[in-house]
Every structure is written in structure tokens, then in C-alpha cells.
């Protein structure tokens, strides 16, 4: 499906939790002076545009990058994300919104690589154009994400972050991105790999966590932030998760004095929490 633009979504409360995370386990994988690679199923457009254009419809970004931009008192984790948003931004204002494959050139060291898949025609011109200085550094690919990183598994430094983001308009992406980790696992077992999937009223979702714990990674971290209570109708999204196979051993106290400020200053109603399990080596 073809329909999905993130631009409608850019800077939310879900984009805010992935984002500081995929940022996290980035700089984690920097500490070592070894090369790795970052490889991003989904990527989008790159960057997105906050005062013209598709995110100014719902203007999802007020209820959430917007609401820590100003803040004098945040955690180490959430200043630095908020630091690679200032990045793009260098007048100050909140105008630019950078997607996962920006996050990841800001804090990566310029020696290591991107690999980056979009399907989406447009968004993959988009992509495109917003690397189009990179050079050899940034590789971009139209094509179905899913498929397309069972030719680049294992990378040849042995390391690397995969981020699959898929958009879940189809019911589908949920077992895809189930088999998508079955085959990465027995192509790269020692990967890091981060799932982002939103928190709905439906079964498809509430198996997806259920099923990744079962993958046989070395360990895993669930964590999630729920914005407002679920609707009593069973639709719409009230928060967002990211599920971290062979995460780092810092991720969960890093997200033990995260995730309860994320609850408390991008809530939207009573209803806002969050949840954090982990498994395995963790």
C-alpha cells in the first residue's frame, strides 16, 4: 500500500519515542572505534517541513516535539534528541522535522554507512534529494524494506542497527515484520534491531510484542508510552512502542528516567503511562 505519508505525522509522540531511542542505541554502537552500519526498512522522506504542507493538517507536532523544544529540565536522553531536532533548525524555531535517516547521519560518525530502502515513489525522491550530497555514504534503494535487507544481512563490519517502521496500514506489516526478524536473525544474529508499531485497540497488535519476545534474541526491551487512554470505541492510536531485540545493557535505566517524564509532559489526558519490560540478558 501506497497510501501512507509520515508528513501527517512528523514530530508526534510516537516519532518523539523512536526517535530518542533509535538516537540512544546509535551513540551506544559510536562508543567502540569500530565501524557499523545503520539500515532502516521504512524510511520516508528524510526530513519534513513543520509550518507547510501535510503536517500542518493535524499538526501532530504540537503535542509533541513542540511541547520539549523550549523545556529547560530534560533528561540527558530526551536533550540529546532534542539537540539533533535543533540540528536542522539552526535559526531556533521549530520549523523542520528530521526523519530516522537524518537522526542517524547527525550522530553517526562520518565514516560509517546508511542503508536505506523506501518504496513510495515520491518519498523516495524526497529521500533522495535530502542525501543527495552524501555521497557514498548514504545508500538509498526503492523497494519493499522487508525484503530488500535480506541481500545486505550480515554487513560486512558485523555491526549494525536495522529500524523497521513500517506504516501498519496493512494488516499484514505485523506478520511481516515477524518474518522479516525470523530471516535477519539467522542471517545476523548479532544485529540490534528496533521495532516501532503503534498501540491500538486491536488483536493484530497486541500479539506483535507477544511474538517478538519469542524470536530467541540474546535479550529484548518493550517499551512503550501511551499518550491518553485507549477510546472506548477500540479505535484510534493512544501511544506508541518500540521493541529493541539484543538492546544495549544501558537502554532500560536510560528509559527508567525517560519514559515517566515522556508520560508526564507529552500526556494528553489522565489516561497517559508507559511501559517498560525487558527479557533475556537485560
Avoid at 514530530?11 to 552500519?37: C, M, R, S, T
Avoid at 513510495?120 to 535530502?130: E, G, I, K, N
Avoid at 506478520?175 to 528496533?194: D, P
Wanted: glycine share 6%.
Amino acid at each position: 500500500m501506497l497510501s501512507y505519508r509520515h508528513a501527517f505525522h512528523a514530530g508526534n509522540h510516537a516519532d518523539v519515542l523512536k526517535h530518542l531511542i533509535q538516537i540512544e542505541l546509535l551513540n551506544y554502537l559510536g562508543q567502540k572505534a569500530k565501524p557499523y552500519w545503520y539500515i532502516d526498512t521504512h524510511a520516508g522522506a528524510g526530513a519534513y517541513s513543520l509550518v507547510e504542507g501535510y503536517a500542518t493538517k493535524n499538526a501532530e507536532f504540537e503535542s509533541g516535539i513542540a511541547r520539549l523544544w523550549r523545556r529547560d529540565d530534560l533528561p540527558e536522553a530526551v536533550a540529546n534528541y532534542v539537540e539533533v531536532v535543533r540540528s536542522l533548525n539552526a535559526d531556533g524555531e521549530l520549523k523542520l522535522y528530521p526523519g530516522s535517516p537524518w537522526c542517524a547521519a547527525e550522530v553517526m560518525p562520518a565514516s560509517d554507512k546508511l542503508r536505506l530502502f523506501e518504496l513510495h515513489p515520491t518519498d523516495h525522491q524526497l529521500l533522495a534529494d535530502t542525501f543527495a550530497d552524501a555521497g557514498r555514504r548514504v545508500q538509498i534503494q526503492q523497494a519493499n524494506g522487508f525484503e530488500a535487507i535480506k541481500a545486505i544481512l550480515p554487513p560486512p563490519p558485523r555491526r549494525a542497527l536495522v529500524l523497521i517502521d513500517p506504516p501498519y496500514e496493512d494488516k499484514r506489516d505485523y506478520q511481516h515484520v515477524i518474518t522479516a526478524l525470523k530471516e535477519s536473525l539467522k542471517r545476523f544474529a548479532t544485529g540490534v534491531y528496533a521495532v516501532w508499531y503503534p498501540c491500538l485497540q486491536r488483536a493484530e497488535m497486541k500479539e506483535l510484542p507477544k511474538e517478538m519476545k519469542k524470536l530467541g534474541a540474546k535479550n529484548w526491551l518493550r517499551a512503550e508510552l501511551h499518550v491518553q487512554k485507549p477510546s472506548s470505541d477500540g479505535f484510534g492510536m493512544h501511544g506508541s512502542g518500540m521493541f529493541i531485540l539484543n538492546a544495549p545493557w544501558t537502554l532500560p535505566q536510560t528509559l527508567r528516567e525517560v519514559l515517566p517524564y515522556l508520560a508526564q509532559h507529552l500526556a494528553q489526558d489522565a489516561g497517559a503511562s508507559y511501559v517498560l519490560e525487558t527479557g533475556g540478558d537485560l
